[in-house]
């Protein structure tokens, strides 16, 4: 069956430290690919995207995310990690992208980052 | 720029009471709207989408149902609540054509 495995619930890293969410799908062609962050009770925040072409995308808050086609898998990263990025991650594809796609987007179960001072 | 506003921002209702939550969209015309529950450990469940006014269409058969009566305006509801149907509801629209969604601050639902 399609789907979009997170497979770490829970991670904690220190402050200053460096981050590596894993997110890894099951489709047969590269779907469109997206990291969210969610804050305690908001809505979600678009991370950054991945459509085609560098495979290594940058994105706001100063993560990034590296698509590997023959892993299946889009890991978020962030080379040293802030108190205020404590929050909940998101990974989400679309599956039907580039066949007239309503965007109906695919979302992992979310993966919650705590920070340790 | 465009803005997405959904109220209320909390919610408690009995088993069996009525719902209606509402979700529009600032600064876009003719926008995809959608609707996603998401329970605790379970991610996020796409509900309902729309292409149009009037135009809704279901991802999974449940107790809820959405209208779209105005370009701009997402309404989801139900007839009875049930207490699985606690959660928080989180709306999102989308350039159509776009594939990027953007989140409103959603609405804690908590069926007593």
């Known amino acids: 069956a399609q789907s979009v495995t997170q497979p770490d619930i829970h991670i904690t890293v220190s402050e200053g430290a460096s981050l590596e969410l894993r997110c890894n799908y099951s489709?047969?062609?590269?779907?469109?690919l997206f990291w969210y962050v969610q804050s305690p009770g908001q809505g979600l925040q678009l991370l950054l995207k991945?459509?085609?072409?560098?495979?290594l995308v940058q994105g706001i808050k100063g993560f990034e995310a590296e698509f590997k086609r023959s892993q299946s898998s889009f890991n978020l990263m962030k080379p040293s990690v802030h108190w205020s990025d404590a929050a909940e991650y998101f990974c989400?594809?679309?599956?039907?992208?580039?066949?007239?796609?309503?965007?109906?987007?695919?979302f992992g179960k979310g993966t919650k980052l705590s920070v340790k001072p | 720029s465009q803005t997405i506003h959904q109220w209320p921002a909390t919610l408690v209702q009995p088993v069996g009471s009525p719902l209606s939550l509402e979700c529009t969209v600032e600064?876009?015309?003719?926008?995809?709207l959608y609707w996603y529950r998401q329970a605790a450990g379970r991610g996020l469940q796409l509900l309902f989408y729309?292409?149009?006014?009037?135009?809704i269409s279901s991802e999974v058969p449940q107790n809820l149902s959405a209208s779209r009566p105005q370009d701009r305006q997402f309404i989801l509801s139900s007839k009875k609540l049930l207490l699985s149907d606690s959660g928080f509801y989180l709306c999102?629209?989308?350039?159509?054509?776009?594939?990027?969604?953007?989140f409103g601050p959603g609405t804690r639902l908590t069926v007593t």
């Open positions: 999102a629209w989308s350039v159509s054509g776009n594939y990027e969604q953007y």
């Open positions: 489709y047969g062609a590269t779907p469109y």
């Open positions: 991945y459509f085609s072409g560098d495979t």
């Open positions: 989400a594809v679309d599956p039907f992208a580039y066949g007239g796609s309503q965007g109906n987007l695919i």
């Open positions: 600064g876009t015309s003719n926008p995809n």
């Open positions: 729309s292409v149009g006014i009037g135009q």
